[in-house]
């Protein structure tokens, strides 16, 4: 039976949440953590997506594709993200419209919109 | 109460079915659906509540089969995790000695208490994650800085900061390792003590 899932999207770290028999019940991740960090990231030669823990070990190694703090730019434009920005080592841009969006590197300059 | 004899029956007369429902007024028969409709929407809730209780119990069960099994393999976990940075002080202590000193009674014994504190922690499921000259794996290693070298190809571990260690076939605690990277791609290094 479907059940429904709460996430608390942290700024650092995130949780999971259902309802068992009438009592929250926190899912533990597939390390067994309670928590799972707020981090994702490519790997662009070979294409490989980390989540979590994974890909923060990673991210001395990819700092340009290891997306983290994410949080902060959500629904923001990138006027007023400029603290933000000296602050993170990936690459956040000003589109058209004035929104803040994420760019990968690589071959393929994509962009991502928190 | 009192039972009506048989000649008093056979002066009633029963209404039959369609007599008797034309005895009931419009809003008594409405009143009968209405609490037809209600008793009918009842029992589906209560189906509904079943099947979630059902279903509920049912995985409830298998995750508390699964954490059993689970709690068997790595009860000690937790508390290995604890003596590891005992077993890193050992090591640390061990690796800089001098050579006048590596023969003597004194550090011979204290070789003796590491290999048996090695060995007990071995003997529960322990084992030592190798990684030098291994490709970087996020799954094992925790990149803290990289080196640039030419001699290799990238994201090669070349060094070991920290020993990292699996209990059991799960990764108890990642290696932290430093890579290699070719000298061209060195653009990232900046960008990241800049942060």
Redesign the interface.
């Known amino acids: ?1 479907a059940k429904v899932l709460g996430i608390d999207l942290g700024t650092t770290n995130s949780c999971m949440a259902i309802v ?2 009438g009592e929250p019940l926190v899912l533990e991740n597939s ?2 953590g309670r928590i799972t960090p707020s981090v994702v990231a490519t790997n662009l030669k070979t294409g490989e997506r ?1 989540v979590g823990q ?2 923060k ?8 594709n290891t997306i983290y703090s994410i949080k902060r730019l959500i629904g923001r434009r990138y006027s007023e993200v400029a603290e933000e920005t000296k ?3 990936y690459k956040i841009e000003e589109t058209a419209n004035k929104d803040a969006h994420v760019a990968m590197a690589g071959k393929r300059h994509q962009r991502y919109l928190p | 109460m009192a039972i009506p004899n048989q000649s008093e029956n056979e002066n009633i007369s029963v209404p039959d079915e369609v007599a008797f429902s034309e005895t009931l007024s419009d809003q008594n028969h409405q009143t009968l659906e209405e609490e037809l409709a209600k008793v009918r929407l009842e029992m589906d809730q209560f189906r509904s509540l079943l099947q979630r209780a059902h279903a509920d119990f049912s995985n409830y069960r298998r995750r508390i089969e699964d954490e059993h099994e689970d709690l068997i393999k790595r009860a000690n976990a937790s508390l290995i995790l604890q003596i590891l940075p005992v077993l890193d002080d050992f090591q640390r202590a061990l690796v800089d000695l001098p050579e006048d000193a590596s023969m003597s009674r004194w550090v011979q014994g204290v070789r003796l208490i590491q290999r048996s504190l090695q060995s007990l922690l071995e003997s529960s499921g322990l084992s030592k994650i190798e990684s030098i000259g291994r490709g970087f794996d996020p799954w094992e290693h925790e990149a803290v800085s990289f080196e640039e070298t030419d001699m290799l190809d990238d994201e090669i571990v070349t060094n070991v900061i920290r020993e990292g260690y699996s209990l059991n076939g799960k990764v108890l605690r990642p290696s932290q390792v430093i890579i290699s990277k070719s000298p061209t791609n060195g653009d990232n290094l900046s960008e990241v003590k800049e942060t």
């Open positions: 039976m068992e028999g390390e067994g980390y994974m890909a070990r990673q991210g001395v190694t990819n700092p340009d602050r993170v080592a």
